[in-house]
Structures are given as C-alpha cells and as structure tokens.
C-alpha cells in the first residue's frame, strides 16, 4: 500500500511555527519601572524638602521662646541700711543675678557690658556693673556684683518707712538691670521687685527688649 503523502508546509507557516511564544510562557515587555539613580535624585529632593521645613519650624519655635534671656535675682544681702549721724546712707548690696539662655537650638544670648541699679520708694539707693557674658543655647551662667550708694539723702518720711521696714526684716526694693550687647545683639532690660532680709527668696525678673 502506498505511503501516505502529506503536503509540505507553506512558508509563511514554518515562519509563525518558529516565532510563536508558547502559550504559559510570559511575554517579553518593556519596563516600566524608574531608572535607579532617579529614584536616588528624587529620594534626595524630598529628603531636602523635608529637612528644610523641619528646619523652618524649629526656627520658628526657637524664634518665638528665645525673645530674651530669663534672668533672675539669687541672692542680695544689704549693709548700711540704716542712716549715719547726718541721716545719710551709704549702702551697699551684693547681689548674685542668674542669666539663662531659653533658646533649645539656634540662638546665643550676650552682653558686652552691663548696668545695675536699686531704689527705694523710687530713690536710688546703689548701682554698679554687671559682667559680660555669652551663652550657647540652653545654657546659663551666674553674675556676681556689688551695688553701692554713697551719702542718699531721703526724705523725713521715706526715711522713717525705711527703718521700720529694715527692723522688720522685710525692705521692699526694685532692681533694674541694662544689658548692652556687642554688635548683632538686642539691648536687654529687667525690672525685679525684691524684698531684701532674712525671708528673701530667688525673684525672677521682667525682661523686655
């Protein structure tokens, strides 16, 4: 019996049998993925953005808690509170005055000079220098400093309020300090109400600039 005879394949036939992809095998596709080194550029962008405003709102926070440095009044102790045979005072007082930096990161608080002064009933009763300083964030430092007056004459009536205040222990007087800052710095002034004598406690201060 004679072999069956099958017609040859076309050409166009035998060109798709070998060019066709087999059916569970995944086609090859474009990728649409982003190159490395941008992913890298745009990670570093956002990472500036961020950095910056996290940045702008430290400022800000630091800017808004540091408007000047607290000070305060530690210790004062008074000699020659009362008055001499010709109803004078020379008195002098010693005051310890604590300064401290408010600002957390970015701001210093100086003084190239200062200036303090203490009255009674609006007389001012001893004055003196205070120390330059300049204080990182954060950070504070203390001023020793004598205050002192020289032949005060007051009035009849002040000077009686005095001696009675002295011999209760409990004299009521004000401290204004000055800071004069080096160049780039904001002139600083406080205002402290004290009680000198035996019951004096630390007295924070009013501060402007």
């Not at 005879?5 to 569970?24: G, I, Y």
């Not at 190159?35 to 990472?47: E, G, H, M, N, T």
């Not at 009536?157 to 009521?172: F, K």
């Not at 004096?200 to 501060?207: A, E, N």
Request: charge should be positive; glycine fraction near 6%.
């Amino acid at each position: 019996m004679p072999a069956a005879v099958h017609p040859a394949p076309e050409p166009s036939e035998t060109l798709q049998d070998a060019n066709a992809v087999p059916r569970n095998q995944p086609r090859c596709t474009p990728s649409l993925k982003t190159p490395i080194s941008a992913q890298i550029f745009r990670a570093i962008c956002w990472l500036l953005i961020l950095g910056s405003i996290v940045f702008l709102v430290l400022f800000i926070i630091d800017c808004a808690i540091s408007s000047g440095p607290k000070i305060s009044i530690d210790r004062i102790a008074a000699e020659g509170l009362s008055t001499t045979p010709d109803l004078t005072l020379s008195p002098h007082f010693n005051i310890t005055v604590r300064v401290k930096n408010p600002s957390k990161f970015f701001s210093k608080d100086c003084s190239s000079h200062g200036y303090a002064a203490i009255s009674y009933s609006g007389v001012t009763v001893g004055d003196g220098a205070l120390a330059a300083f300049c204080l990182d964030p954060s950070k504070s430092t203390v001023l020793e400093t004598v205050l002192r007056g020289l032949n005060i004459v007051l009035a009849d009536a002040v000077r009686d309020r005095l001696a009675e205040d002295h011999r209760r222990g409990e004299v009521a007087m004000e401290v204004v300090m000055k800071l004069s800052p080096p160049p780039g710095f904001v002139k600083v002034s406080a205002l402290c109400q004290v009680v000198v004598g035996p019951m004096f406690r630390s007295t924070p201060c009013s501060v402007k600039k």
